[in-house]
């Protein structure tokens, strides 16, 4: 039987969040290049938030190092108000990588929990099919397809669920083509 393993992050929740970004669940840690969400440096998440803030791919690098520069990403999304998370709690890894492919969720989020401490957030952003089923079982909404949003109502609040692509070097879309579907969701909320 292979183990369990917990999330071995708490969530991210800047006070006035607006936005949150859900993924599945972190490689694992011998895979980080630093202590927090999209840790893999093989990951282009920062690289997509570098090119649509500061047109700079490298902007979230540190310098002469394959890290990522945890403390100006975090200063970013605290002044950007994006909070970051993911869907599962604890995971069985199926296979030694981090492919939502061969993880099985045994736990998931309490999202309800989440969203009840940032009552500003009037969006969710999945960046994966794993952390879109797992969410779409919680909110009850249509899934969204690829780079678009479906809405959904929690607690009286109507809040959009974006579907946007994974920032994994898996999937099969060049930065600059994930930049630009990431873009435009930031640009219909308001954060650019």
Request: glycine share 6%.
């Amino acid at each position: 039987m292979k183990d369990i393993e917990y999330h071995p992050l708490p969530f991210f929740l800047p006070v006035d969040t607006q936005l949150i970004m859900l993924g599945s669940f972190p490689p694992k840690q011998e895979r980080w290049s630093m202590n927090f969400f999209y840790p893999n440096f093989q990951n282009d998440m920062w690289r997509i938030f570098g090119l649509i803030f500061f047109q700079n791919k490298d902007h979230f690098l540190l310098t002469g190092k394959k890290a990522f520069d945890e403390d100006r990403i975090k200063k970013f999304l605290i002044y950007k108000r994006i909070g970051l998370g993911d869907t599962a709690k604890a995971i069985i890894r199926h296979k030694d990588n981090a492919s939502d492919n061969f993880l099985e969720v045994v736990e998931p989020t309490d999202l309800s929990i989440i969203l009840k401490e940032i009552p500003l957030c009037r969006a969710i952003v999945t960046t994966g099919q794993k952390a879109t089923d797992t969410l779409i079982s919680f909110v009850q909404t249509k899934e969204p397809k690829i780079g678009s949003f479906s809405e959904f109502e929690f607690e009286g609040r109507l809040m959009r669920l974006y579907r946007m692509p994974s920032s994994s070097r898996a999937y099969p879309k060049s930065l600059a083509g994930k930049a630009e579907i990431y873009q435009t969701m930031f640009g219909q909320l308001g954060l650019l």
